[in-house]
């Protein structure tokens, strides 16, 4: 079975302050992979997803990730954060059925 | 974009008893639906993916008779948890994706349930 792994649990940092979010997947045939941000009281939005292509994907709300194979990894980005994206952020890999497998989230705390 | 609703956004419930939470497609139609779990602070894991016309398919240890699902429309999926219980006290999420192999789910806001 596919798994995603995400390798921060909380991430604080300072608005206009660079962001990166570590997410690995194992290796199941083709690869699908998302970003998805559940914001305070809100469902969860997608970011950005990757399915073939462009290895750098380019997101909503000026996200990004990139598609490294040889790592198994998609990692996202923002250059500078803002204060509201203050958020928790889910990785996940599309199997069989469309099925989502989320890795466990990384709540970023961006203070003002 | 698309919209899903949930209803209730919340809820709360006496041990025992069974509680209904309605998943809704509101500007598409849903073949597939599916039925997530989140703890708190924790991710989110599915339970079940609901089929319109057939029946669930649970995910490995999600008990079917305690979690039953209903999707007997394409706009419309529900899950019944049946005789409650403290540690059923979770947020609950469903997800709508519109046909095709590569559409995105499009999350509903949560049911929050608390068994007493």
């Known amino acids: 079975a596919q798994s995603v792994s995400q390798h921060n649990h909380h991430v604080i940092l300072s608005e206009a302050a660079s962001l990166e979010l570590g997410c690995n997947y194992s290796?199941?045939?083709?690869?699908?992979l998302f970003w998805y941000v559940q914001y305070p009281g809100q469902h969860l939005q997608l970011l950005l997803k990757y399915f073939s292509g462009d290895p750098l994907v380019k997101g909503i709300k000026g996200f990004e990730a990139e598609f490294i194979k040889s790592k198994f990894s998609f990692n996202l980005r923002k250059p500078s954060v803002q204060w509201s994206d203050t958020a928790e952020y889910f990785c996940a890999t599309k199997a069989a059925g469309n099925k989502l497998t989320f890795g466990g989230g990384t709540r970023v705390l961006v203070k003002p | 974009g698309a919209v899903v609703s949930q209803h209730p956004s919340w809820v709360i419930c006496k041990s025992g008893t069974s509680v209904k939470i309605e998943c809704r497609s509101l500007?598409?139609?849903?073949?597939?639906m599916f039925w997530y779990r989140q703890f708190p602070k924790q991710s989110l894991m599915l339970m079940a993916t609901s089929n319109e016309g057939s029946k669930a398919t649970y995910e490995q240890g999600v008990e079917k008779d305690k979690f039953l699902i209903n999707h007997a429309s394409l706009t419309l999926s529900t899950l019944t948890v049946t005789s409650a219980h403290p540690e059923d006290s979770s947020f609950y999420i469903c997800s709508a994706t519109p046909p095709g192999e590569y559409n995105e789910q499009f999350f509903g806001p949560g049911t929050r349930l608390t068994v007493l």
């Open positions: 290796y199941g045939g083709t690869v699908n």
């Open positions: 500007d598409f139609q849903a073949t597939t």
